[in-house]
C-alpha cells in the first residue's frame, strides 16, 4: 500500500489525461521555477504527478507548491498539498511531510483523502520508529497517529493496515522496557527490573514479550525473596503460556528453590482466570 500512490492519484490521472501533451512540451525552464506564462493548474499539476512518477520528488515538491501558490482556490490546489506531503514523504522527509499533512487535515477535515492523509502522516512516524535500545518517541507517536487512523476510519484499507503496524509498534515499546529490565536485573536493581516488567505485562498484554517478562519477573521475586509472588507469577505464565520455554525456565528456578516438585509441573498452584495479568499485581 505504501509503494504506490493508493486512491490519492485519480485526479492526477485524469488530469494527465487532459494535458499529457502539454506536460510533454514544457520549456527545460519550467514554468513554477520563473513563474511566467504559468500554464492552467490541472497542467501544472500533472507536470508534478509526473514528476513523482518519474521519482523527481524535489522538483514535484516545487510544482505542487506553484500550485497552491498560484491557484489557491482551485480543486488542484487541494490536491496538491497532499501531493506535497506525498512527494516529502517518499524523500524520507517526514518532518517537512508530517508539516505538510497536517496542514491538509486542518485545511480540508472532510476531504474524500482524508483518511490516506492520516495514514500517511502515521507513516511518516512509523517508518522512524528505531531499534528498541534508542529513544522510542517516533514509536509513541506513530502509537498514536496510527490509533487516530483506526478511530477515524474503522472500515478503511488504512485502518486494517494500521492495526498490523500498530501491534508491531507496541512491539518495539515492549521489547524496549524488556532491554532496559534485563539491564536494571542485571545491576541488581530488582526494584526497577520489576517495575519494567509489570509495565510490559499491563500494558502490552499481546506482545511477544509478554511469557518473557513474566519468567524474568519471576526470577526477580527470587532473587529477593519473595518466594509467594514468584509462584503466583509462575503459575500465569503455566497457565497461559504451557508450552513456551519461558515456562520451562521459570517452572526450573522454582524447582531448584525445592518451591515446587516434579508433580506439579503445570499445575502450581492452579491459576484462576481472575489472576490473569491486572489482578495479579
Not at 485526479?11 to 519550467?30: E, H, Q, R
Not at 532491554?179 to 536493581?189: D, V, W
Not at 517478562?213 to 509472588?229: H, M, Q
Not at 520451562?248 to 499445575?267: F, P, Q
Request: with cysteine; proline share 5%.
Amino acid at each position: 500500500m505504501t509503494q504506490n500512490l493508493s486512491g490519492i492519484l485519480r485526479f492526477a490521472l485524469l488530469a494527465a489525461a487532459l494535458s499529457l501533451a502539454a506536460c510533454n512540451s514544457t520549456p527545460k525552464n519550467d514554468p513554477y521555477l520563473t513563474g511566467v506564462n504559468l500554464p492552467p493548474p490541472d497542467q501544472l499539476y500533472a507536470h508534478g504527478v509526473d514528476q513523482v512518477q518519474k521519482e523527481h520528488y524535489d522538483d514535484s515538491v516545487k510544482t505542487f507548491d506553484a500550485v497552491e501558490q498560484n491557484y489557491p482556490y482551485s480543486v488542484w490546489a487541494t490536491h496538491a498539498q497532499l501531493m506535497h506531503g506525498y512527494a516529502q514523504y517518499k524523500q524520507q522527509n517526514y518532518d517537512e511531510a508530517i508539516d505538510a499533512l497536517s496542514r491538509f487535515i486542518d485545511l480540508h477535515p472532510e476531504n474524500q483523502d482524508a483518511a490516506y492523509a492520516y495514514y500517511l502522516k502515521a507513516l511518516c512516524y512509523y517508518e522512524q520508529i528505531d531499534d528498541v535500545q534508542r529513544d522510542q518517541t517516533a514509536t509513541y507517536e506513530a502509537i498514536q497517529t496510527l490509533q487516530d487512523v483506526i478511530d477515524r476510519f474503522p472500515d478503511s484499507a488504512y485502518a486494517r493496515d494500521a492495526r498490523i503496524k500498530l501491534r508491531l509498534a507496541n512491539n518495539r515499546l515492549a521489547g524496549h522496557d524488556m532491554t532496559i529490565g534485563r539491564f536494571y536485573e542485571k545491576q541488581h536493581l530488582y526494584a526497577a527490573a520489576i517495575g519494567r516488567y509489570q509495565d510490559v505485562i499491563s500494558a502490552y498484554q499481546t506482545t511477544t514479550y509478554v511469557p518473557e517478562a513474566l519468567e524474568r519477573l519471576t526470577e526477580c521475586y527470587l532473587d529477593i525473596g519473595l518466594s509467594d509472588a514468584a509462584i503466583r507469577t509462575a503459575s500465569v505464565l503455566g497457565f497461559n503460556f504451557p508450552g513456551s520455554t519461558w515456562y520451562s525456565a521459570a517452572y526450573g528456578k522454582l524447582e531448584a528453590d525445592n518451591l515446587v516438585t516434579a508433580a506439579d509441573t503445570g499445575n502450581f498452584p492452579p491459576p484462576k482466570k481472575s489472576h490473569w495479568f491486572f489482578g495479579l499485581f
